[in-house]
């Protein structure tokens, strides 16, 4: 089995309405997985969509018709807790299509919302995953290359078996969802990737090397990957939260917490809706010019 979908009750079969993809319907057992689906609906008291139902962007010179008839679709991986469910709810309330993924079950019960158990250092079901989802939903307008893991630890205390487990998770996982997004982005003629660092980074945070170090390599990749499909109409750009609380945080104290936050211009803990207003951004298809960028939260900068 290539890969699994934990479909969220009440989720019923549909077949996104997109213009630009070829349509084919998924059957069942075709790639040996089970699928999640998630039906559009149209209510007429939602949220009107940040991006609206009907949006276009405009990219190197041409403008391009992404969708008219359909949500947008976003591909959210780490979706089934902390920063990622956040944004899945969040766009899941603008009646957007979001397609999550984590290694364990959604925890996502909603109409809109279609989870693949995967895990992203595998690049076999990396690719079954997003060759499912493609074909089962066409292809993301936008890409939120969320999912990652930290190890706090001094840098003398950390086995080489966390530090290949953050670099794999981080580096890896994230170059895997990206080529293979970024695969039908191009076809496409256009889309938004937003790439997941860290303040660790720029303050270059001690107990955090190799976590800040694959968040190094994030933005990096995120560089290259503007630079190589800034011809197709696809921006990439990264976000770089300060602490907000979530599991992540479990091994940190207070104490570090509070001498962390000194670090920063702002001295808060960060919220779901300051990491959502940078994605919103990054997405807007007036921020087309916008890519290669990194953008932390709290002020923090090296
Ligand atoms: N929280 C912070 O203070 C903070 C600050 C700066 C940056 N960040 C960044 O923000 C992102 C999200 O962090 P978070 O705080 O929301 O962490 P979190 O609460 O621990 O959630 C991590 C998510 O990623 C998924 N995940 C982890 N490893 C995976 C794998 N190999 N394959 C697929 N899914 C995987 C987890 O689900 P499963 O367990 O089901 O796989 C979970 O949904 C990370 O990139 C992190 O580095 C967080």
């Known amino acids: 089995m290539s890969c699994n979908v934990a479909p969220a009750r009440g989720m019923i079969q549909c077949i996104p309405t997109f213009l630009l993809i070829p349509r084919r319907v998924a059957t069942a057992g075709a790639t040996g997985c089970r699928r999640g689906t998630g039906k559009r609906h149209s209510d007429p008291g939602a949220p009107v969509p940040a991006c609206g139902n009907s949006f276009h962007y405009a990219s190197s010179g041409f403008r391009h018709e992404v969708m008219t008839d359909s949500s947008p679709i976003v591909l959210i991986s780490g979706s089934r807790k902390g920063i990622g469910r956040a944004l899945a709810e969040h ?13 364990g079950a959604a925890s996502i019960a909603h109409d809109n919302y279609a989870h693949y158990e995967v ?17 089962e939903h066409g292809t993301p307008y936008a890409l939120l290359n969320n999912a990652g893991i930290a190890a706090m630890n001094a840098l003398t205390l950390t086995p080489g078996k966390t530090a290949w487990g953050v670099m794999s998770t981080n580096i890896l996982g994230t170059f895997y969802l990206i080529r293979e997004t970024a695969k039908g982005m191009i076809r ?4 938004r990737i937003v790439n997941f660092t860290s303040i660790a980074r720029p303050l270059a945070l001690e107990g955090e090397a190799v976590y800040a170090a694959s968040k190094a390599a994030v933005e990096s990749l995120t560089q290259s990957a503007a630079r190589e499909f800034g011809s197709h109409g696809i921006t990439v750009n990264a976000v770089g939260p300060c602490p907000v609380r979530t599991d992540l945080l479990n091994g940190v104290s207070e104490k570090a917490l509070g001498s962390l936050q000194k670090r920063q211009t702002i001295q808060r803990l960060a919220e779901f809706s300051d990491i959502a207003n940078v994605t919103d951004f990054f997405l807007r298809p007036e921020s087309s010019m916008i890519t290669g960028q990194t953008l932390y939260l709290g002020g923090a900068y090296a």
Not at 91 to 103: D, E
Request: hydrophobic share 40%.
């Open 119 to 135: 895990d992203i250092t595998d690049e076999t079901r990396v690719i079954a995953f997003l060759r499912d989802a493609l074909r």
């Open 91 to 103: 766009y899941l309330a603008r009646n957007w299509m979001v397609v999550g993924c984590s290694r």
């Open 188 to 191: 496409q003629r256009g889309g």
